[in-house]
């Protein structure tokens, strides 16, 4: 694997492929690699292809109190995953080599899936996720990019966005690996202590049951966040939404849906926890 820390070295080494007709799948991360990362890293594995994981923590995206400082950096053991997975290329850039002026450059915001659901409680977050996207996109070129759903108002917004850029890029969803109780993988989830760690899956749980009562033909949305919430305050976790949304533009689910999706944001123990479920309801 080759590892570029500046974008011209990645650029020319990503011609040399083309010149080989050779297609480019890329994985972008802010590293601390886990299960769902390696995942994305094997759902853009194709003959003709090379792949690009970029690891960069991306200053733009976190809150002035959030955990930008001490989010888990993990370069080496994320270097040794990634090559015993074969990947070709990691750009893992300095904050100088993407923004060389950090205040004044441009910023990308798509208000009406940015300001909703993470949005809320993260004003800028999507801002910074947006921005830093398309300079990655801009930078790797490539034909297809892998994102997970955990995140998945990250990745309507990043579908969203190649639409409204007329970005010729294909962007594709992978279903979110979970631990063996239910908890979503996330790099976040290191922040657990033992205790929290043992609480956590009753975000997993609290879907499910919320997905048994689509099942069983409950059509009150309101009454089932209303209980979601509850079973989650119940576990000590502070509930920042739990929502039913249709899948397609996270808008408002409503009689008319035809899939929805849960989705959950809550505070465990100081650490932020998201996670999601879709649903079929036709
Ligand atoms: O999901 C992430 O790890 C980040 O939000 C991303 C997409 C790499 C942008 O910084």
Redesign the pocket.
């Known amino acids: 694997m080759i590892v570029h820390s500046n974008h011209h070295s990645l650029h020319q080494a990503l011609t040399a492929h083309r010149k080989d007709n050779l297609l480019v799948g890329f994985i972008?991360?802010?590293g601390h690699l886990h299960a769902g990362h390696i995942a994305l890293v094997r759902h853009a594995q194709r003959s003709d292809t090379v792949r690009v994981v970029?690891i960069?923590v991306?200053p733009l995206?976190f809150g002035q109190n959030e955990d930008y400082a001490r989010y888990p950096r993990t370069i080496e053991t994320d270097c040794a995953l990634l090559t015993q997975e074969g990947v070709e290329h990691l750009y893992a850039p300095s904050t100088n080599d993407l923004y060389p002026n950090i205040h004044h450059h441009t910023r990308i915001n798509i208000p009406h899936i940015g300001a909703i659901l993470c949005g809320r409680s993260r004003p800028n977050h999507f801002v910074?996720?947006a921005t830093?996207?398309v300079k990655?996109l801009n930078i790797v070129r490539p034909e297809t990019v892998f994102?997970?759903k955990k995140?998945y108002q990250?990745f309507i917004l990043?579908t969203q966005l190649v639409i409204d850029l007329c970005m010729d890029v294909k962007v594709v969803g992978v279903e979110t690996v979970r631990e063996s109780d239910g908890l979503a993988l996330s790099s976040r989830n290191a922040y657990l202590s033992p205790s929290a760690r043992r609480i956590a899956p009753v975000i997993y749980r609290t879907l499910v049951d919320t997905q048994k009562q689509l099942k069983a033909g409950e059509r009150n949305f309101t009454l089932l966040c209303a209980q979601g919430t509850k079973q989650l305050q119940n576990a000590d976790m502070t509930v920042d939404y739990y929502e039913i949304r249709n899948t397609n533009d996270l808008s408002e689910a409503n009689s008319q849906s035809t899939e929805v999706i849960i989705l959950v944001a809550v505070v465990l123990a100081q650490t932020r926890l998201i996670d999601n479920m879709i649903y079929r309801l036709t």
Request: charged fraction near 5%.
């Open positions: 972008p991360t802010m970029s960069f991306n995206q910074g996720v830093i996207i990655l994102l997970g995140d990250q990043i």
